[in-house]
């Protein structure tokens, strides 16, 4: 099936926040028995994030047009389920932004997993898979469908990262659980955002600029 999406700004901007808003809660439907970090906790949040992501496409379809006499692609297309060799640049470059901390392992002598090694597999899986997967899945290739005709390619490259960012302000709620001074809290969580933030501009630049969701879950997957 061909589709285009030609929502407003105001109707663009809220479906992307709503997808956005629906993955964050679903990681909060179970009991928060334990930290994020517990084996239970993670296989929990794992499957709310799959699920989420399954259903996100079904999401993108409440607000896709058959009848627009706009370019039409498959849904495929527009979530950037296809050309995976685009991926070898972006993945490149990423991995040259990362030439010092690579060089200072080989030098050291340090495992690139050291700091997995008392980790469960569970939190390898949940690093390493799902995370890239997911995130990249929904908040590049589901919510840019929604807002690039309404923001244009240059404003969804320099909004979108902002969902993604903000996001990740649900970590306060651990830090607080474990009784993190509030200063902590707020400085972890600027640095945050503005990693976040800014991993999410080039996530998203390369999303738009290849066509393709493979080439952010490669990169996301690097850092």
């Given at each position: ?50 699920l ?41 470059l ?14 050291t ?24 997967v997911?995130e990249e ?34 970590h ?52």
């Amino acid at each position: 099936m061909l589709l285009s999406f030609e929502l407003d700004t105001l109707r663009g901007t809220l479906a992307a926040l709503g997808l956005a808003l629906l993955y964050v809660s679903s990681l909060y439907i179970w009991p928060q028995s334990f930290h994020r970090n517990h084996p239970t906790s993670v296989k929990q949040r794992i499957l709310s994030a799959v699920l989420v992501t399954m259903l996100a496409p079904c999401y993108l379809l409440l607000f896709g047009s058959t009848t627009s006499i706009q370019p039409q692609y498959p849904l495929v297309t527009w979530i950037g389920l296809t050309n995976p060799l685009s991926a070898v640049l972006p993945l490149a470059l990423t991995v040259l932004l990362f030439l010092g901390p690579i060089f200072q392992h080989f030098v050291t002598g340090e495992s690139f997993f050291s700091d997995y090694e008392d980790y469960k597999d569970v939190l390898l899986a949940r690093n390493l898979i799902v995370a890239p997967v997911t995130e990249e899945l929904v908040f590049r290739g589901c919510l840019a469908p929604l807002v690039i005709v309404p923001l244009g390619w240059a404003t969804t490259v320099a909004t979108l990262p902002l969902f993604f960012g903000v996001a990740h302000l649900h970590h306060a709620c651990g830090l607080y659980r474990q009784g993190t001074p509030l200063l902590r809290i707020v400085t972890t969580l600027l640095l945050q955002t503005c990693f976040t933030s800014a991993f999410g501009g080039f996530s998203t630049l390369v999303f738009l600029t290849t066509g393709s969701v493979i080439g952010p879950i490669l990169c996301h997957h690097v850092l």
